[in-house]
C-alpha cells in the first residue's frame, strides 16, 4: 500500500542555516505530493504542494520538488527564521482513494 | 473563499461524560469531510471520513462515532469518554472528486479526560 516515511526529529538549526526534512514515499500510479506545517496549538496548514513529477512546490521560501526517479518529495529552506520553528508533515494523495497518507511528522527547532 | 470551523477550541470532561465536537465548512458543496486525533508530540490518526450526508467511513474501531447530518456540517460524538481519549481533534474538508487536491484543516479541539 501507500506510504510516506520522514526523517526522525527533532531537527535543531540556528537562524539563516539552510534546512532540509526528508520525505520518501510507496505509491501506485502518480500521487500527489504536499507538505503541511503545523504551529503550536494549532491546526495544520498547507505549505506546498506538486501534483506530478519534477513539479516543484513552493511557499513562503520553502520548496520541495517532486522526483519520482527516488520517489522523494524533501522539503529545502535556504534561510531558516526562529518563526519557522513548528512541526512539518509531508502528505501523499490521490489514486483512487479519498484519504491522505500523512508521514510521522519532523519538529523543526531555530534558534537565534 | 472556503473556511473551516471547529468548536469548542478547548474541552475539559470528566471520564464517563458524553463528547459532542462539531465542524461546519462554509464556501464548498458536498466536500469530503475527515475527523483526526493527534496524541500530544505524535502523528495523525484518522478517525472517520465521509463523502457524503450521512455517509460515514471508520478507520479505527473505538469509542468514538461521527456524523453528517448535513452537507458541510461533520460531528464527532461519544457516549461515555475515556482516559484515553484525551488528545487533539483536527476536523479537514477537501473539494468532492478531488482526490489529488489537499485537505484543508480547522483550528482544532483540544481535550482533556479528567
Known amino acids: 500500500g501507500n506510504s510516506v516515511t520522514q526523517m526522525e526529529g527533532p531537527v535543531t538549526l540556528s537562524e539563516e542555516a539552510f534546512l532540509t526534512i526528508n520525505c520518501t514515499y510507496t505509491?501506485?500510479?502518480?500521487?500527489?505530493l504536499f507538505w503541511y506545517v503545523q504551529y503550536p496549538g494549532e491546526g495544520l496548514q498547507l505549505l506546498l504542494k506538486?501534483?506530478?513529477?519534477?513539479d516543484k512546490g513552493s511557499n513562503k521560501g520553502f520548496e520541495a520538488t517532486y522526483r519520482k526517479e527516488t520517489t522523494s518529495f524533501h522539503l529545502e529552506k535556504g534561510s531558516v527564521q526562529v518563526s519557522d520553528s513548528a512541526v512539518y508533515f509531508c502528505?501523499?494523495?490521490?489514486?483512487?482513494?479519498?484519504?491522505?497518507?500523512f508521514g510521522t511528522g519532523t519538529r523543526l527547532q531555530v534558534f537565534p | 473563499s472556503q473556511t473551516i470551523h471547529q468548536w469548542p477550541a478547548t474541552l475539559v470532561q470528566p471520564v464517563g461524560s458524553p463528547l459532542s465536537l462539531e465542524c461546519t465548512v462554509e464556501?464548498?458543496?458536498?466536500?469530503?469531510l475527515y475527523w483526526y486525533r493527534q496524541a500530544a508530540g505524535r502523528g495523525l490518526q484518522l478517525l472517520f471520513y465521509?463523502?457524503?450526508?450521512?455517509?460515514i467511513s471508520s478507520e479505527v474501531p473505538q469509542n468514538l462515532s461521527a456524523s453528517r447530518p448535513q452537507d458541510r456540517q461533520f460531528i464527532l460524538s461519544s457516549k461515555k469518554l475515556l482516559l484515553s481519549d484525551s488528545g487533539f481533534y483536527l476536523c479537514?474538508?477537501?473539494?468532492?472528486?478531488?482526490?489529488?487536491?489537499?485537505?484543508?484543516f480547522g483550528d482544532g479541539t483540544r481535550l482533556s479526560i479528567l
Open positions: 502528505a501523499l494523495g490521490g489514486g483512487n482513494t479519498d484519504k491522505l497518507i
Open positions: 465521509s463523502v457524503g450526508i450521512g455517509q
Open positions: 506538486a501534483t506530478k513529477a519534477d
Open positions: 505509491a501506485t500510479g502518480y500521487p500527489s
Open positions: 479537514a474538508w477537501r473539494s468532492e472528486g478531488g482526490a489529488g487536491q489537499p485537505q484543508h
Open positions: 464556501g464548498t458543496s458536498n466536500p469530503n
